[in-house]
């Protein structure tokens, strides 16, 4: 089993940043991929971004590339967003979310692809 605890969300205004953190523990071999999605108010939950642990190879919707980036510090079994020029449109829920196998790097990532997710962290951006 893997167990993923976000944090890092909160509120900020237009433009302003954020990092969110996922600490995972359990079989290492569940989480080879993991993944950011969100979730908004009365809107189906998004796949946001997707690093392979390892070899880091990522994947970004349309909506955050160039703004957001993902991370991972192996030593710590965390993994990260950054998320820089926040604006309204990214208020969600945001989860952490681990599978087994690799992630594409061209392909959004789906919820139904991914076992394991964690609690969610709310982000709210103001204009």
């Known amino acids: 089993q893997v167990q993923l605890v976000e944090s890092g969300g909160g509120s900020v205004q237009a433009g302003g940043s954020l990092t969110l953190s996922c600490a995972a523990s359990?079989?290492?071999?569940?989480?080879?991929?993991m993944a950011w999605f969100r979730q908004a108010p009365g809107k189906e939950r998004e796949g946001v971004a997707t690093?392979?642990?390892?070899?880091?190879?990522?994947y970004y919707a349309d909506s955050v590339r160039g703004r957001f980036t993902v991370s991972q510090d192996n030593a710590k079994n965390t993994v990260y967003l950054q998320m820089n020029s926040l604006k309204p449109e990214d208020t969600a829920m945001y989860y952490c979310?681990?599978?087994?196998?690799?992630?594409?790097?061209?392909?959004?990532?789906?919820?139904?692809?991914?076992?394991?997710w964690g609690q969610g962290t709310q982000v709210t951006v103001s204009s």
């Open positions: 979310a681990a599978r087994g196998w690799f992630c594409p790097t061209a392909i959004q990532p789906h919820p139904s692809d991914f076992a394991s």
């Open positions: 690093i392979n642990i390892g070899g880091g190879r990522t």
């Open positions: 359990g079989d290492t071999f569940r989480r080879n991929c």
